[in-house]
């Protein structure tokens, strides 16, 4: 079993970075893929982006964050995290990590797959 701990979440204006941090607990962290993603008031829990298990060398990033958000992953820390840059307004949201059987592929964007979530870290974007 993982579990897993979101942090680095807050008000921001828009055009800054914030770096969300994922940490996990439990053995093989090593061995699962992660995936963010982010609900907003009123909406449906999105994917955001993937990294794969082990050495996170393949990543897979939804149309809305590609080219401004980079997900990355420490093993020795037990950590991934989501570098988010030029941040706008309707990045608002809650940020959730999660894991899922590693039989999955790390690209899956159904949360419905992943078994294991954090309790999330609210992100608040201002114009």
């Known amino acids: 079993q993982v579990q897993l701990v979101e942090s680095g979440g807050g008000l921001v204006q828009a055009g800054v970075s914030l770096r969300l941090s994922c940490a996990a607990s439990g053995r093989a962290f090593s061995r699962y893929s992660v995936g963010w993603f982010r609900q907003a008031p009123g909406k449906e829990r999105e994917f955001v982006a993937a990294?794969?298990?082990?050495?996170?060398?393949?990543?897979y990033y939804a149309d809305t964050v590609k080219g401004r958000f980079t997900i990355s992953r420490d093993n020795a820390k037990n950590t991934v995290y989501l570098q988010m840059n030029s941040l706008k307004p309707e990045d608002t949201a809650v940020y959730y990590c999660?894991?899922?059987?590693?039989?999955?592929?790390?690209?899956?964007?159904?949360?419905?797959?992943?078994?294991?979530w954090g309790q999330g870290t609210q992100v608040t974007v201002s114009s």
């Open positions: 999660a894991t899922k059987n590693p039989g999955i592929p790390y690209y899956s964007t159904n949360p419905g797959l992943y078994d294991y």
């Open positions: 990294i794969s298990w082990s050495s996170g060398s393949s990543t």
